[in-house]
């Protein structure tokens, strides 16, 4: 299965500021998926983001707030921006890889302050 | 639209024991299935997935799910439970456009 390397792991960040999360995948895929993990939750899919073109958000996301890249099959990063405290939350990149093995970067542990 | 539900908030078992978290599912056609595992403060573990196939799937750690068709079920399950296999665990479902769904998670306490 893949191996996602996600960065940062942990960040605190003053409120308004925007910070970007980058996830490096060990091998090329079609599919990268961003989740948001907020305290005590489930994992919400973000969105969808597509080589080569535009991420396809999830109902209650935004571009202007969520913005994502993916440059090439083997990464992507996640900004989130104009952060307030309810932004703080877990954040993972995820993949498809073959066999419908869905494999999970270790997320990012975002606070707000 | 698939979904799972995991009806369970918290699960206790004594160790030594057996250990079941339930997970049902409501799917579109075939489902596709997953359970993964969160220990604090540490990624999303995959511990197995049904696509086809036998019914019973065995997975990492030494845990094991049945899938059940008539009952739309995908219950989780360890012979034995141990101390170390205390976490957040989820089930998930694949969605028709390759999304991973997931439950809201069942917190498994195992009891020394």
């Known amino acids: 299965s893949a191996v996602i390397s996600q960065k940062p792991s942990r960040d605190i960040c003053q409120r308004g500021t925007s910070l970007t999360i980058q996830c490096q995948v060990d091998s090329q895929v079609t599919m990268m998926f961003w989740y948001r993990q907020q305290p005590g939750q489930s994992l919400t899919l973000i969105a969808t983001?597509?080589?080569?073109?535009?991420?396809?958000?999830e109902s209650g996301f935004v571009i202007d707030k969520f913005p994502i890249s993916r440059p090439n099959l083997t990464f992507s990063t996640l900004t989130v921006s104009n952060m307030s405290p309810e932004d703080s939350s877990i954040y993972l990149c995820?993949?498809?890889?073959?066999?419908?093995?869905?494999?999970f970067g270790s997320g990012t542990r975002l606070t707000v302050v | 639209a698939q979904s799972v539900a995991q009806p369970e908030d918290q699960v206790n078992v004594a160790e030594g024991n057996p250990l079941t978290v339930k997970c049902t599912y409501s799917v579109s056609g075939n489902p596709y299935l997953f359970w993964y595992v969160q220990y604090p403060n540490r990624g999303l573990q995959f511990l197995l997935k049904?696509?086809?196939?036998?019914?019973l799937v065995k997975g990492s750690y030494g845990f094991e799910a049945e899938f059940n068709k008539s009952q739309t079920s995908f219950h989780l399950k360890k012979p034995s439970a141990l101390v170390s296999d205390s976490a957040l665990y989820f089930c998930?479902?694949?969605?028709?456009?390759?999304?991973?769904?997931f439950g809201k998670g069942t917190r498994l306490h195992i009891l020394p």
């Open positions: 998930a479902v694949r969605d028709m456009n390759d999304k991973i769904i």
């Open positions: 049904y696509i086809t196939g036998d019914n």
């Open positions: 983001a597509n080589q080569g073109s535009e991420a396809t958000y």
């Open positions: 995820s993949v498809r890889g073959q066999g419908y093995g869905y494999t």
